[in-house]
């Protein structure tokens, strides 16, 4: 079955260094990548999403290019922010009989200090 | 704000009780998933419902169920619970049961005693 690996952390930056968040999966075919985003206290939030190989999926400074070669959707930005401080999941739909579950990473918790 | 909502927010309960948590999705979206979140599982898929009918099981219990009724909302039921049950329960909405994107509700933090 599909299956993801990413990065645990938990990892701690300055404000405006650059972030990388290593994400690796396993799947048949080509399956959707998405990076979710869990603020603390709150639910998940769709953060970025790529549908095919070569898309690059952004959003609020963050990008996450799909590499069928690697088989990798690594998340990046540039310059984090102390808001940016959350726990960053990589997720792709498992399917099965006509269900299409989202198959989740362990989650990195990003703190951004001042 | 995705537009699903939970409730309640909060549940704390003692071993062996029932509980059912409520899960209304987006408008116009037809599936309805169920994930538990706990720190040595990490997040866990529990049941894929849409427009009414069970799709998929993951890694659900026999102590629990679900269902969808026919206004779309989802009700979790959680009986005989166990002080392993503690977790954030969330259920998510699609518009359909294909490889989209699932919008989160906030979540129902269960807390057994």
């Known amino acids: 079955g599909n299956s993801v690996t990413q990065m645990e952390g938990p990892v701690t930056l300055s404000e405006e260094a650059f972030l990388t968040i290593n994400c690796t999966y396993t799947?048949?075919?080509?399956?959707?990548l998405f990076w979710y985003v869990q603020y603390p206290g709150e639910g998940l939030q769709l953060l970025l999403k790529?549908?095919?190989?070569?898309d690059k999926g952004s959003n609020k400074g963050f990008e996450a290019t799909y590499r069928k070669e690697t088989t990798s959707f690594h998340l990046e930005k540039g310059s984090v922010q102390v808001s940016d401080s959350a726990v960053y999941f990589c997720?792709?739909?498992?399917?099965?009989?006509?269900?299409?579950?989202?198959?989740f990473g362990k989650g990195t918790k990003l703190s951004v200090i001042p | 704000d995705s537009g699903v909502t939970q409730t309640p927010k909060h549940l704390i309960t003692a071993t062996g009780q029932r509980v059912t948590l409520r899960c209304s999705p987006r408008?116009?979206?037809?599936?309805v998933y169920w994930y538990q979140q706990s720190l040595d599982q990490g997040l866990q898929f529990l049941i894929h419902?849409?427009?009414?009918?069970?799709?998929a099981k993951g890694n659900i219990l026999e102590r629990f169920s679900a269902q969808q009724f026919p206004d779309l909302h989802s009700e979790l039921n959680l009986s005989s619970l166990e002080l392993g049950d503690s977790a954030l329960y969330f259920c998510?909405?699609?518009?359909?049961?294909?490889?989209?994107?699932?919008?989160f509700g906030p979540g129902t933090r269960l807390t057994v005693l």
């Open positions: 419902y849409y427009n009414g009918e069970e799709r």
């Open positions: 998510a909405s699609s518009v359909e049961a294909g490889p989209f994107e699932q919008f």
């Open positions: 408008s116009g979206d037809l599936s």
């Open positions: 799947a048949t075919g080509y399956p959707s």
């Open positions: 790529a549908t095919k190989a070569d």
């Open positions: 997720a792709l739909p498992y399917s099965g009989a006509g269900s299409y579950q989202l198959t």
